[in-house]
């Protein structure tokens, strides 16, 4: 009896099948497109800010772009920088530590400032005050917090509250309702109160500098829009995480349509020439003439 030859049966896709594939594999590198990049391209995702990790002064690309024949007006406006207001439990966590201003010295800066009878701005005031649309206040000063820590509803918030007084808290969307960070009841709660801003500060706390042009934009825009849906507000003030920045990072700022971008470097003075990366302070625990000598007198130079 004659052996039958094995047939080789080979598998036909039907169209059916080619576009379910095709879906898959649009959907699967949408998923990367969306979610892996920013990984790969920055090397401080998610990595806290720290004294040391931060950019302290401008690249000199930015400065010859920006500054090298700059004829704008100068306006003196101290813009105090706060990441944690808090009672840290964690005794060995020394990085929270040393960003940290504890809640009652955090009271007696903001009774100081108040009692020394400062104006309270946001930084869309500070947009305004650039763009000749509002005077300039005998004692300015913008208090910005960033990161979007749940300390600030619990903590500082009330505080900002009993004092009423305007504030900016730059917000990592892609955070919300993670441990440590605002949930999003209550930056819905924050973005309905007048008194505060809420500004955006990338989309997962990434590096701009440096970083891939198709991967920061998205970074930016989409802490932008993702905001906006939330609070139903317009949101135009930007940080840049970790202070690090760059001409793309910039641009891009501008093209999303921030109109203000605020750095770590130390400094006292805007302008129409460094609105994308203003100068910030930091008040430390000092309070009383202590603090209102350091404001007279910051130890930069700019």
């Not at 169209?15 to 990984?39: D, M």
């Not at 920055?42 to 990790?53: A, R, W």
């Not at 955090?106 to 005077?135: P, R, Y």
């Not at 892609?174 to 819905?188: A, E, M, R, T, W």
């Amino acid at each position: 009896m004659a052996k039958k030859k094995s047939q080789k049966r080979t598998m036909r896709l039907t169209p059916r099948h080619k576009i379910a594939i095709i879906c898959a594999l649009i959907s699967f590198s949408y998923f990367l497109y969306l979610y892996f990049p920013y990984y790969l391209f920055s090397s401080h995702h998610n990595v806290p800010e720290t004294k040391k990790n931060i950019e302290k002064v401008i690249p000199k690309d930015v400065k010859s772009a920006h500054l090298s024949a700059s004829t704008s007006a100068r306006f003196r406006i101290p813009i105090l920088m706060y990441h944690y207001v808090e009672y840290v439990k964690d005794k060995n966590d020394h990085t929270r530590q040393s960003l940290d201003i504890e809640p009652h010295i955090f009271d007696a800066q903001i009774k100081t400032l108040a009692e020394a009878h400062f104006t309270f701005l946001t930084m869309s005031d500070v947009s305004e005050i650039l763009d000749g649309n509002k005077t300039l206040p005998e004692k300015p000063l913008v208090l910005t917090f960033d990161d979007g820590y749940r300390d600030f509803y619990t903590d500082a918030y009330p505080i900002l509250k009993k004092y009423h007084v305007k504030a900016t808290a730059y917000v990592v969307p892609g955070f919300f309702d993670k441990p440590n960070y605002l949930l999003i009841s209550q930056v819905k709660e924050l973005g309905k109160d007048e008194t505060i801003e809420l500004g955006a500060h990338t989309m997962h706390h990434v590096y701009l500098k440096d970083m891939a042009s198709i991967f920061a934009e998205r970074e930016i825009l989409q802490s932008k829009y993702t905001l906006e849906d939330i609070i139903h507000k317009p949101v135009i003030s930007f940080a840049y995480p970790y202070g690090a920045f760059d001409n793309q990072a910039i641009e891009l700022t501008k093209k999303a349509g921030f109109s203000t971008a605020v750095s770590t470097i130390g400094g006292i003075t805007a302008s129409v020439d460094n609105r994308y990366f203003l100068f910030r302070v930091r008040s430390g625990n000092m309070t009383g003439e202590v603090l209102l000598n350091y404001l007279q007198n910051p130890p930069y130079s700019e």
